[in-house]
């Protein structure tokens, strides 16, 4: 079984955005994680939440353990501060579970 996270983002400054991506991914799959799907949304139909979101992804994990580590991780947390911030207004849970491989 693996931990799987559908995250809906407020995107706001694409380059930050990407320096973001850019450095913690490498953070991400030293902890056996990676992105499942990536998907840029034009017209969101449908929403239990009032913020808004133009990114949706889906981010995989070992596990609930490993997926908090790596949210924890003070390197991953270095990267967060200094790119998430200035490129994403809000973010959306929409789903964590465990999943079949």
Do not use: C, W
């Amino acid at each position: 079984m693996s931990f799987e996270r559908i995250m809906g983002l407020n995107v706001t400054n694409d380059e930050d955005y990407q320096r973001y991506r850019e450095g913690m991914i490498p953070i991400l799959e030293s902890f056996g994680g990676s992105f499942g799907y990536d998907f840029t949304i034009a017209k969101v139909l449908k929403s239990k939440t009032d913020q808004t979101i133009n990114r949706v992804f889906t981010i995989d994990f070992p596990s609930q353990e490993v997926m908090d580590r790596f949210f924890s991780d003070p390197n991953y947390l270095k990267v967060k501060d200094k790119y998430f911030s200035t490129s994403v207004s809000s973010v959306t849970l929409i789903s964590m579970h465990e999943k079949s491989t």
